[in-house]
């Protein structure tokens, strides 16, 4: 059965597991060191850099605030080219769809192209419990299913694993789903590469089913687009005679013209290139070329929840450029595991809660796997303002009733405040009493990673009387 997320521990517990994972934390800084040292060069040779930025959110946000009408517009579009739409309220809708129309065609084995909604929603494990063998063609997703292990970054899913494991998977694993990986196989990157092609190709040449996601829906012709740099895609959107596209309703864009601006910072952001390797673009289906039966399952899955949220809406704009979990300090130190999810990094810290509510503490936990250094605010190309949100979020989790003992303080600690008298007197009283403190508070969670800090024995105001006096 493939593996999920599903039942993962909250972000705290997660995050303690993988810091210790020595070998896990160098090959996750070897990755997004070099991924985010190619894009501030290719960021920093576009003068017009922020103001692609700014043209992005501003797109983006159009289409949020007029989804109903573009959607509409897709789904006529679509139809008139020949192509059948679904709408999917949720997962398990979305799959069932899915499974229904992979049953009809009668095959038993599909091919995929890489796409995080896919795996959002279960739709390996949903089509296997149908007797169905979805088999992943992206490199880095076939490392991931080989290894029977789950993705753990939104472009690079195998970034966790270094060449040697890689190595070790397909030596171990390609046999037994089809092409085995050549004897004496090693970890040069070429070797690993042409494995890779042998095995996938074999796929690609049979399969008749293909399931693809998209990162951009135009709502003026009803044009999907896929956007990836190994060809797979390519493949799978051609040669299968079913192709069935499983897209989120917010990847939709107003025109052709909007790519311009959004295939830019895609490129450069995520893999630190001028321009993506293969770009492609199809609209229902053409006699003689591609595939014969096109469909379009169109996703909400917890998407309408997030945009009635007036400051997380923002997260919608996202484009699944990695650039936020590549400069993430925490992402960089506990890997995207962590985050119990398919979008983990600062996108994951606050999507995931937005998506499905913050009702399981395992989402109510992922505000806080930040330090709101804002690091990721000023790379994201659609300008996503992730300290706002993970603040909102955490004020929402709060007003939830977690953390009570938090709660107490903060009231106390503010009714103090307010008196003049009494705060007087507890400054004081702390300043005399600091000494005394123990290092460690018995509140869970605070001290458990570092000492309380030394509460000074004068406070700043006594202090400034002092010095000011001297100096009078
Ligand atoms: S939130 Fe911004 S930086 Fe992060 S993946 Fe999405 S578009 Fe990229």
Not at 309 to 327: E, F, H, K, S, Y
Not at 416 to 437: E, F, H, S, T, Y
Request: aromatic share 4%; with cysteine.
């Amino acid at each position: 059965m493939s593996r999920s997320f599903l039942g993962w521990p909250a972000f705290p517990e997660a995050a303690a597991r993988e810091v210790g994972n020595r070998q896990l934390r160098e090959n996750v800084r070897r990755a997004t060191h070099t991924i985010r040292g190619k894009r501030a060069v290719l960021a920093a040779e576009r003068p017009d850099w922020e103001q692609l930025r700014d043209s992005a959110a501003a797109i983006k946000d159009r289409v949020l605030a007029g989804l109903e009408g573009y959607l509409l517009q897709v789904e006529e579009k679509v139809t008139a080219a020949g192509g059948t739409v679904h709408w999917a309220r949720d997962a398990a809708e979305a799959n069932r769809i899915v499974t229904d129309l992979v049953r009809a065609t009668g095959e038993r084995e599909i091919v995929k192209v890489k796409s995080m909604l896919t795996e959002e929603i279960g739709l390996d494990a949903a089509l296997e419990a149908a007797g169905i063998n979805a088999r992943e063609t992206d490199l880095a997703a076939t490392i991931v299913q080989l290894g029977d292990d789950l993705p753990s970054h939104v472009v690079v899913p195998a970034l966790h694993r270094n060449r040697s494991e890689i190595r070790d998977i397909f030596a171990r694993e390609m046999g037994r789903h089809g092409r085995p990986a050549p004897e004496g196989l090693t970890d040069d990157p070429a070797e690993l590469a042409e494995a890779a092609r042998l095995h996938l190709r074999e796929k690609f040449l049979g399969a008749k089913v293909a399931v693809s996601g998209a990162n951009f829906v135009v709502a003026e012709t009803g044009t999907l687009v896929v956007v990836e740099s190994e060809g797979n895609g390519r493949m799978c959107l051609t040669l299968a005679d079913t192709l069935i596209s499983v897209v989120g309703i917010e990847k939709t864009v107003p025109r052709w013209q909007d790519l311009e601006v959004l295939l830019q910072l895609l490129a450069r952001n995520a893999t630190g290139e001028r321009m993506a390797p293969y770009t492609s673009t199809w609209t229902g289906t053409v006699d003689g070329d591609g595939p014969r039966d096109f469909h379009l399952v169109l996703v909400d899955n917890g998407r309408t929840r997030a945009l009635a949220d007036p400051v997380g809406r923002q997260a919608l704009r996202c484009i699944r450029c990695g650039a936020c979990m590549n400069t993430c300090p925490v992402y960089e130190r506990t890997g995207g595991h962590a985050y119990g999810s398919v979008y983990p990094g600062p996108i994951g810290a606050i999507l995931n809660p937005l998506l499905r509510g913050l009702d399981d503490p395992q989402t109510a936990s992922l505000p806080y796997a930040s330090t709101l250094c804002g690091a990721c605010n000023e790379v994201c190309p659609v300008r996503i303002r992730f300290t706002d949100v993970l603040l909102d979020l955490r004020a929402q989790v709060a007003d939830g009733g977690r953390h009570p003992v938090e709660r107490v303080a903060l009231n106390t600690v503010g009714a103090a405040m307010q008196r003049p008298l009494l705060w007087k007197a507890a400054v004081k009283g702390a300043g005399l009493l600091g000494p005394l403190l123990p290092a460690r508070t018995p509140v869970p969670g605070w001290t458990d990673n570092r000492a309380l800090p030394d509460v000074p024995g004068e406070s700043f105001r006594t202090w400034w009387k002092r010095n000011e006096g001297e100096r009078a």
